[in-house]
């Protein structure tokens, strides 16, 4: 007999952000291979071992098929199967139950990391009457799309394709992380066009060994190396005289700021030569044009915003701000209306007064975003309202949020908690409901709609889902008109998609027939239209942060946790933590299902330096144990001399399917038992501290 097989050209996403082409090759109704495809825009023919991990994982045993109840205690492990009806008529009667008699606003909503359905999540959410919605975005990428928003523009990405001839990898691991809009294909093919490499990372990763100059700075202290750059810069001249005098404000104060930060300082701050810092300072300014690549390494700590508008400004003051090559302000495909999809203005102003948080992370309430800690906090102590409920899409947050001991808590308190995956996870364990989703390879969508380099790109159903498996996109739409809003929401959800469409002159059945939809680039728009802000330039020094009581200019604090605190502590936790550099199997806390991905990259893993080992008696693939005040986990010494021996870094994400529910042995190598919630946090956002902690480590 022969198999039918078919290959369906779709977008990837066996990683949270996905985005790279492929064709799935399918055989009778399986997805049985992933190949590349070398058209794509962005991905240029690369895959990687996830895609194919992948495909193992459609049919494993843990995936959720069927909507189930919780019977017995939270947790127990028991449940019972219900219908679609029955569960969505559950979650519906119980949501409106509590808005009756607390307020929508007792009802957070949430999601993880990027992703193609998380429109539907705000649209549920702002009709029903919550401003708040969970997310990790408090220290991933929303501190930079929330303050270059207060600068008055969107995020500036690398322009990969019009050849920058020095790169700045900035606390990202591009080429194994390859985040959101960004694929590491693009820099890998910069720099064997022959650009200069600047790496600012505490770890020598395989780019660090790439590059001309690579900083090995301590964690948290970036804000203080990017200020200590624009000395240098300022200093001798080498910043764009004619930008700053024509486009921006604020300089001078800028300046007398950049007095606090001179090499030799810095040097003390970061741990990094001055004469490296000045080094890197100049070839990044003297060499056009550059592009500043800047990862989560610069956002997880307490000046984490701080950090984000300092890179911007270097991006600005070297002249590379919107020129091809530089930095580049990409916009979205031609009028797609994210804002009106979400309903945005559907939510009351009285009830987005209420959002959580908000008088403390100003700069996160701009922007209708709010940090764990203040959800923990109302659901522990009803303040400042009580938080009955959590319903929450794609997010394993017994792993991936700070101060997982008290996550595990306050999801066993909270009264109503309904998780949506597609795998059985420690986090769904702790549900009332549980909702399946299908993956990736089972729904058509639109996507990188989230995106903003300026593409969307049709993802096709390659296959049917299994079980009764359905589309986030569809539960929400079903949610949505079981809440209420019938006519806010569609008949068929593809229905949506063409909604999404109108304004590009597009219906869903015709964008699925093209290779991709694009805003072309335009460069410079400053000169044109100047920048989106008060003064219409690019502040230096921020009025509004000023009249939100923060800070106008950026500065560097140290971290609450750090090797100057008092002596008791450092004697106690007297080395340098960081967490969750990225690694190439896994993505968060996914795909550790996958037999495939597991034979290579088997345990948990800690990088120590030879030298701290050696003093502790570690050796290489010793278990040891890691501390902090929050708790202790055990994971796997990797010796590696690329980390300064006062410094560890642990993966993140890590828990064990292969143990089993209810439990699947969530704290024994989770980092985030170790890190903190906070405060002290970032001032503007919240974001936390989960790079640049201090701990203990012992052989286990
Ligand atoms: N210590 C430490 N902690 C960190 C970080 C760190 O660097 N260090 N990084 C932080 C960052 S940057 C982020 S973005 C967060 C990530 O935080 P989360 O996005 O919450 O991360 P995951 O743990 O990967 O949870 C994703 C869940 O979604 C499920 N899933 C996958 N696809 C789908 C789908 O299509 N539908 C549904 N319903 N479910 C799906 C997966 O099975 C998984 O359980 O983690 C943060 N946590
Ligand atoms: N394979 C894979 N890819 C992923 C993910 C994944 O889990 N696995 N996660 C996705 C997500 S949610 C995100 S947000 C992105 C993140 O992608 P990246 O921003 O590239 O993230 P990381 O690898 O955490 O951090 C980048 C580098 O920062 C360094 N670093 C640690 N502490 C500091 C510090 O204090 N300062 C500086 N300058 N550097 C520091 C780390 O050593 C690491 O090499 O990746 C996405 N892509
Ligand atoms: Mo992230």
């Known amino acids: 007999m022969t198999a039918c097989r078919t290959e369906v050209r779709t977008i990837c996403r066996a990683c949270g952000h996905g985005g790279c082409g492929i064709y799935v090759a399918v055989e009778d109704g399986e997805p049985v291979k992933i190949l590349p495809d070398r058209e794509h825009p962005v991905s240029k023919g690369y895959t990687c071992k996830k895609a194919h991990g992948f495909l193992e994982l459609q049919t494993h045993p843990d995936r959720l098929l069927y909507p189930m109840q919780r019977v017995g205690e939270r947790g127990e492990g028991k449940w019972r199967r219900l219908s679609w009806d029955e569960a969505l008529s559950i979650v519906a009667d119980k949501l409106n139950q509590i808005k009756a008699e607390s307020g929508a606003e007792a009802v957070v909503f949430g999601h993880g990391t990027g992703r193609d359905f998380h429109r539907f999540v705000y649209r549920v959410a702002n009709l029903y009457g919550s401003p708040n919605v969970l997310t990790p975005g408090h220290m991933c990428y929303l501190p930079r799309i929330a303050i270059c928003k207060v600068m008055g523009m969107d995020i500036p990405l690398c322009d990969y394709d019009n050849k920058p001839q020095c790169v700045v990898a900035w606390g990202s691991n591009h080429l194994i992380s390859n985040p959101d809009e960004n694929k590491g294909i693009n820099l890998a093919k910069t720099l064997t066009g022959g650009a200069k490499l600047i790496v600012i990372d505490p770890r020598g990763s395989k780019l660090a060994n790439k590059a001309d100059i690579w900083l090995r700075l301590r964690p948290a202290t970036d804000s203080a190396l990017a200020m200590g750059m624009m000395h240098v810069i300022v200093k001798e001249g080498l910043y764009d005289h004619d930008f700053v005098s024509k486009y921006t404000t604020g300089f001078e104060q800028l300046k007398e700021r950049l007095e606090k930060f001179p090499p030799d300082v810095v040097e003390q701050i970061t741990w990094a030569p001055k004469e490296k810092i000045i080094q890197a300072a100049r070839l990044y300014a003297t060499t056009k044009p550059a592009a500043l690549q800047w990862g989560v390494g610069v956002e997880q700590n307490v000046n984490c915003v701080d950090a984000d508008r300092a890179l911007v400004y270097l991006v600005a003051l070297t002249g590379n701000l919107d020129v091809p090559g530089g930095n580049v302000i990409f916009g979205l495909p031609p009028g797609l209306p ?3 999809f979400a309903m945005f203005d559907q939510l009351p102003d009285e009830q987005r007064r209420k959002l959580l948080g ?19 906090d109302a659901i522990e102590s009803g303040d400042p309202y009580p938080v009955r409920a959590l319903v929450v899409f794609a997010s394993n947050q017994l792993m991936a949020r700070e101060n997982a001991n008290r996550v595990y808590d306050t999801l066993k308190k909270v009264e109503f908690f309904v998780a949506t995956d597609i795998f059985k996870t420690p986090t769904t364990e702790l549900a009332d409901v549980v909702l399946p989703a299908a993956t990736w390879l089972e729904n058509d969508n639109i996507a990188d709609y989230w995106k903003v380099h300026g593409y969307i790109f049709p993802r096709l159903k390659a296959v049917e889902p299994r079980g009764e498996a359905w589309p986030d996109h569809i539960i929400l739409n079903e949610l949505g008109k079981k809440l209420g809003f019938k006519d806010e929401f569609w008949e068929t959800y593809e229905e949506s998609l063409d909604f999404i469409l109108e304004p590009a002159g597009l219906t869903w059945e015709e964008f699925r027939e093209m290779p991709y939809l694009r805003n072309e680039p335009e460069f410079r728009k400053h000169e044109k239209y100047g920048f989106n802000s008060a003064s219409g330039k690019l502040d230096f020094y921020l009025k509004q942060y000023e009249e939100w009581g923060y800070d106008p200019l950026p500065d560097f604090v140290e971290p609450p946790e750090s090797p100057e605190r008092e002596e008791e502590f450092v004697s106690r936790y007297p080395v340098v933590l960081t967490t969750g550099h990225r690694i190439f199997n896994y993505f968060g806390s996914e795909l550790r299902q996958s037999g495939y991905l597991r034979k290579s990259h088997p345990d948990p893993l800690i990088e120590i330096h030879p030298e701290l080992a050696k003093s502790k008696a570690i050796e290489d693939g010793d278990w040891v144990w890691v501390e902090t ?13 690329g980390i300064d021996p006062r410094v560890v870094s642990a ?12 439990d699947y042995g969530w704290n024994e190598s989770n980092i985030n038992v170790l890190t903190m919630d906070g405060p002290p946090l970032d001032p503007g956002m919240g974001a936390t501290n989960l790079k640049g902690l201090m701990c203990n480590i012992e052989k286990a």
């Open 338 to 340: 994210r804002a009106k």
């Open 358 to 376: 908000g008088d403390k992370y100003k700069l996160g309430a701009s922007i209708n975003r709010i940090t764990p800690h203040v959800v923990w």
């Open 629 to 641: 005040p929050r708790g202790r986990v055990r994971l796997r010494a990797k010796l590696f001399d």
């Open 651 to 662: 993966e993140f994400g890590w828990w064990f399917p292969e143990k089993g529910a209810p």
